[in-house]
C-alpha cells in the first residue's frame, strides 16, 4: 500500500496500483479467481461523469474496454452517446465493483463481482474523484456500494423499486443515477417496466449531455 495519497500524482500512483492487484489470485477470501487478473478501471482527473457496474464479461476480460459487448450497444442508446464518447475517459470514467472477469458458476452464467475489490479499492478509488459529479450505478451491487455512501440502503430491496425510486437520490453529490443491467436478458424487464424509458431515460440522456 503507498504511504502517500496526496498530491498530483495521487490517482496515476493508485491506478498503477489496481492494475498490478492480484489479490484474488495470491490472497483471495474465498476461492481464488480460476485465470489470471486483469483489472478493467478506467478513471481520468477530468471525466465529471462514471459508470459503475458489476464486473467484465468474458468480452470485456478479452479486450479490456468496458462494455464491449451487445450490453454496451443497449447503455450506449440509454445514454444518447456514441462510441467514440463513450471511451473518451477524460469525459467518461468506469469503475466497477469488481475489476476483474470473475469467472462463471456451475450454469454458465457471470459470478458476482469478487469481493476483494471493495475492500481493498473503492473507497480510496472514490476519495480521489471529487470532479465526478454523476454516478450511473448499473445493477444491484453498484447500487449497493454507492447509494450507503449516503447513507440510503438498498438491502433487501427489489432492483426494479430502487430503479423506480431514482428521484429520491437526485440531491447525493454526487447524484446517483440507478440503472438495470443493459443486458438483452432484461428486455423483459424493460417491456413491464415502461416508466424506464418514458421517465428515466429522458433524465438521464439530459444529465449525460450536460456532462460529456
Not at 15 to 37: Q, T
Not at 156 to 167: A, F, L
Amino acid at each position: 500500500m503507498p504511504d502517500d495519497l496526496t498530491g498530483d500524482q495521487s490517482l496515476p500512483r493508485l491506478l498503477a496500483e489496481i492494475a498490478r492487484c492480484r489479490i484474488c489470485r495470491d490472497a483471495p477470501l474465498a476461492g481464488p479467481l480460476p485465470h489470471e487478473p486483469r483489472p478493467v478501471v478506467r478513471v481520468t482527473a477530468t471525466a465529471r461523469l462514471l459508470v459503475a457496474s458489476q464486473a467484465p464479461g468474458i468480452r470485456v476480460h478479452a479486450s479490456g474496454l468496458p462494455f464491449d459487448d451487445r450490453s454496451g450497444d443497449r447503455l450506449r442508446d440509454w445514454m444518447g452517446v456514441d462510441r467514440d464518447t463513450f471511451y473518451d475517459t477524460s469525459r467518461i470514467a468506469f469503475a466497477p465493483m469488481g475489476f476483474c472477469f470473475p469467472g462463471y458458476d456451475s450454469s454458465g452464467a457471470d459470478l458476482p463481482p469478487r469481493r476483494e475489490c471493495r475492500r481493498a479499492w473503492h473507497d480510496r478509488l472514490f476519495a480521489l474523484l471529487p470532479q465526478v459529479e454523476t454516478v450511473l450505478t448499473v445493477g444491484g451491487y453498484a447500487q449497493d456500494y454507492h447509494l450507503a455512501r449516503f447513507g440510503l440502503s438498498t438491502k433487501k430491496r427489489p432492483m426494479t423499486e430502487v430503479v423506480q425510486g431514482w428521484r429520491d437520490y437526485a440531491h447525493t453529490r454526487p447524484r446517483v443515477i440507478p440503472l438495470p443491467h443493459p443486458s438483452w436478458r432484461n428486455t423483459g424487464w424493460l417491456k413491464k417496466n415502461p416508466w424506464f424509458e418514458e421517465e428515466l431515460l429522458p433524465i438521464l440522456r439530459a444529465e449525460v449531455t450536460r456532462l460529456v
